[in-house]
C-alpha cells in the first residue's frame, strides 16, 4: 500500500487536460479523506477542476456493465449470444406468423398506402437495375459459351445454354441478391432507424401492432414483386444473350427457337417457385435485423450489415437445397 | 371519448408497488411505491440518467418490471392479459422524450393516425381535430411539414399534440419542456393546466425543469441515484423546505441552501 499523494506544484507551468487526466486515477485510488486532502495541496485553477471531477464518485457497477472477459469467458458468452439469436428468431418468425394469420381473418390493419409505396420502391424502381444486370449476365453467359462451342461449330446452343441457365438459376439469383441489397438493406435501416427514435415504442403505445403496421406490408410487397420481377430478369437475360448471339452471326429467328425450343412451363416455373422463397428471406431479414436493433445510429449500420449478409448467405444455401431437390426429383 | 372512469376520485389511478426496474442485471431503481390521483399533475424528478425514462417506459407496459406492479384504476396492469392491457393503453397519450414522431408520415398525419385507428370520425372532423391540436402547441400552418423539417423543440411540440389526440385520460409527457425556450415552456405550463381543468385528465410528467415543477406539479417523486430508490414523494413546493433527504432539497434550490424566494 502507497501512502496516500500529496503534490508539489511550485514549478508548475501551464497546463492542458493531460494533467488533470493523469491526477484523476492517482485521487480515486486514494479515495475520500485522502484525496480531499490531497486536492487542497494543488494550486488554485487545478483544484477547482479535480474538485470537479471528484464531485460525483466513480460508479463501480456501472463499469460491470462493459468489462472485459477472458478467451473462456467470451466462447461463453458468443454461444449465449447465439442462443438468444435463435430465440430472437423464432419469436420474430412466431409474430409474423400470427401477423399473417390476422391478415388471413381481416383483422390486420396497415395502411394501404404503406403497401403501395413499398411496392413502388422494390419493384418499380428497381427496373433500372435489374434490367442492366439481367441483360450483361445473358451477355456474358453468350460470350462465355460461345467461346467453347464455337469449337465444334455447335455455337447456335448458346441459346439453351442462356435461355435454360437464365430460367432455372440464374435470373431469379440475380434478382434476389440486387433485392437483398436494395431492398433488405433499406428495410433494415428504415425499421431500425424508427426502432432507434422510439417510433417502434410510439405505434405500440398508440395501440398499432408494429408487425401488422411495419412488417406485414414489406413481406406482402416483396413476395409480390419478387416474382415479377424473376419474369422480367429472365426475359431480359435471353435478350442479351440474343444480342450476342445476333452480333456472332445467329439471326435472332433461329436463336428464339432454339430458345423455345429449350424451356418449358415447368423449367420457367421453377425459378419463379423459388423466388417466392427468396423474396421472404430477403423481407424477413431485413425486417427483423431493422426491428430488433438497438437505439443508435451504429446499431442501424450493423443492422443492414447484418441483413444482407444474413440473407444473402440463406438465398444461396436455399438455392443448393433446391438444386439437390430438384436433381432427386429429375426436373 | 375517454373511457368512463368507474371509480371515485379518492381511489388512485395509478399505484406502484414494489415496483424494481432492471436492465438485465443492472437494477436501475428498486421497491419504488407511490400512488399518482386522478386529475392530478405529477412529476417524476431526478438528476439525469437516473430512471425517469425507465420508469414512464415500466408506467406504460414497455417494460415488464422486474418485480412489484403497477395497478390502473385498483385493475393490475402488469399480468393483465393482452385484451385488458391493450384497452388499459387506449387510455394512454404518451409523448417521448425525443419525439419519436414517425418520421415517414406529415405532422398532420401523425396525429390523424391514432384518430383513424380508433375513432369512426368523418376525414373532415378528424381535419379539425388535427389543426386544434397543431394551433395548441403553437404549430398552425405546420400540417404539411415532415418531422425532419422542423426544429428539434417544434418535434417535441408536435409530440405533445399527438400524445394529446385522443383526449387521453392519461397523459405521459417526457421531459416536454426540454429544448423550449422560455416563452414555449410557459405556453406549455399553460397548456398542461388548461388540459387538466378542461379534460380532467390525469398528467404525468418527467422533467428536470424546476420553474415548471413549481408552477404545475401537485405532487411528484424523486428519484435517488444514489440510494437507487425513492428520495421523497409529495407537493414540490412542500418538499422544496421540508424534504427529509437533503438531496431532494439541494435538487428543488438548484444546490443553494435554504429557500431561495
Ligand atoms: N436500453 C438500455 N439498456 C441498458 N441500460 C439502459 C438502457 N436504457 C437506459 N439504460 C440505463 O438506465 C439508466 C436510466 O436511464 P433513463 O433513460 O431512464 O434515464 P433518465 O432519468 O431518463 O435520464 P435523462 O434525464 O438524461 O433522460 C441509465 O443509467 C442508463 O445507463
Ligand atoms: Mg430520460
Request: glycine share 10%; charged share 20%.
Amino acid at each position: 500500500m502507497r501512502p496516500p499523494a500529496s503534490f508539489v506544484t511550485d514549478d508548475l507551468g501551464s497546463f492542458d487536460s493531460t494533467l488533470p487526466a493523469f491526477l484523476l486515477p492517482i485521487l480515486r485510488r486514494d479515495g475520500g479523506e485522502a484525496a480531499r486532502h490531497a486536492v487542497e495541496t494543488l494550486p488554485d485553477e487545478l483544484r477547482g477542476l479535480m474538485q470537479l471531477a471528484l464531485a460525483v464518485p466513480d460508479r463501480e457497477e456501472t463499469r460491470g456493465n462493459h468489462e472485459k472477459t477472458h478467451h473462456i469467458g467470451r466462447i461463453g458468452n458468443i454461444t449465449l449470444a447465439a442462443w438468444g439469436a435463435f430465440l430472437a428468431l423464432s419469436e420474430f418468425l412466431g409474430e409474423t406468423l400470427c401477423s399473417l394469420g390476422r391478415l388471413l381473418t381481416g383483422r390486420a390493419r396497415f395502411r394501404t398506402r404503406d403497401f403501395l409505396i413499398t411496392l413502388q420502391q422494390c419493384g418499380a424502381d428497381a427496373l433500372p437495375i435489374v434490367s442492366l444486370i439481367s441483360f450483361l449476365i445473358g451477355m456474358i453467359m453468350a460470350f462465355v459459351g460461345n467461346v467453347q462451342l464455337a469449337n465444334f461449330g455447335a455455337s447456335i446452343y448458346i441459346a439453351d445454354l442462356v435461355a435454360i441457365a437464365m430460367v432455372r438459376e440464374l435470373g431469379v439469383m440475380m434478382t434476389a441478391i440486387i433485392l437483398s441489397g436494395r431492398t433488405g438493406a433499406a428495410f433494415a435501416a428504415q425499421l431500425g432507424s424508427m426502432n432507434a427514435n422510439e417510433e417502434i415504442d410510439a405505434l405500440r403505445s398508440f395501440g398499432f401492432n408494429p408487425f401488422d403496421f411495419l412488417v406485414l406490408p414489406r413481406v406482402l410487397a416483396l413476395l409480390v414483386m419478387m416474382p415479377i420481377l424473376t419474369v422480367y430478369a429472365n426475359i431480359v437475360g435471353i435478350l442479351g444473350g440474343m444480342f450476342v448471339g445476333t452480333a456472332v452471326g445467329i439471326p435472332p429467328a433461329l436463336y428464339w427457337h432454339g430458345t423455345l425450343d429449350s424451356i418449358n412451363l415447368l423449367t420457367s416455373s421453377l425459378g419463379v417457385f423459388k423466388s417466392f422463397f427468396f423474396g421472404a428471406v430477403i423481407a424477413l431479414s431485413g425486417c427483423m435485423q431493422g426491428m430488433n436493433s438497438g437505439g443508435s445510429s451504429a446499431a442501424v449500420g450493423r443492422a443492414t450489415t447484418r441483413a444482407v449478409v444474413i440473407s444473402i448467405t440463406a438465398i444461396i444455401i436455399l438455392d443448393s437445397a433446391f438444386a439437390a431437390i430438384f436433381t432427386v426429383l429429375d426436373i | 371519448m375517454s373511457a368512463a372512469a368507474v371509480t371515485s376520485e379518492s381511489d388512485p389511478r395509478i399505484s406502484v408497488r414494489g415496483l424494481t426496474m432492471a436492465y438485465g442485471s443492472f437494477v436501475v431503481m428498486r421497491d419504488l411505491d407511490f400512488d399518482i390521483m386522478p386529475r392530478d399533475i405529477f412529476v417524476i424528478m431526478g438528476g439525469s440518467g437516473c430512471g425517469k425514462s425507465t420508469l414512464m417506459r415500466h408506467l406504460i407496459g414497455l417494460r415488464e418490471p422486474a418485480a412489484g406492479t403497477i395497478e390502473y384504476d385498483g385493475r393490475d396492469f402488469t399480468n393483465a392479459d393482452p385484451a385488458a392491457r391493450a384497452e388499459m393503453i387506449r387510455r394512454f397519450g404518451v409523448m417521448y422524450q425525443s419525439g419519436a414522431l414517425w418520421s415517414s408520415l406529415t405532422l398532420a398525419e401523425n396525429i390523424a393516425l391514432p384518430l383513424e385507428e380508433h375513432t369512426r370520425l368523418p376525414a373532415a372532423t378528424i381535419r379539425e381535430i388535427v389543426a386544434y391540436k397543431l394551433a395548441l402547441v403553437g404549430l398552425s400552418g405546420f400540417e404539411d411539414y415532415y418531422p425532419s423539417e422542423i426544429s428539434g423543440g417544434m418535434n417535441k411540440r408536435a409530440g405533445i399534440a399527438r400524445a394529446m389526440a385522443l383526449d387521453p385520460d392519461i397523459l405521459f409527457l417526457d421531459e416536454p419542456g426540454a429544448g423550449l425556450d422560455p416563452l414555449s415552456s410557459r405556453r406549455l405550463d399553460d397548456l398542461i393546466l388548461r388540459l387538466r381543468d378542461a379534460l380532467g385528465s390525469t398528467i404525468v410528467i418527467v422533467t428536470h425543469e424546476l420553474a415548471s415543477i413549481f408552477a404545475v406539479a401537485n405532487n411528484s417523486v424523486f428519484l435517488d441515484t444514489n440510494t437507487r430508490t425513492l428520495g421523497a414523494t409529495g407537493d414540490p413546493v412542500n418538499l422544496r423546505e421540508h424534504a427529509e433527504a437533503p438531496v431532494v432539497r439541494d435538487f428543488l434550490n438548484r444546490g443553494e441552501s435554504g429557500g431561495d424566494d
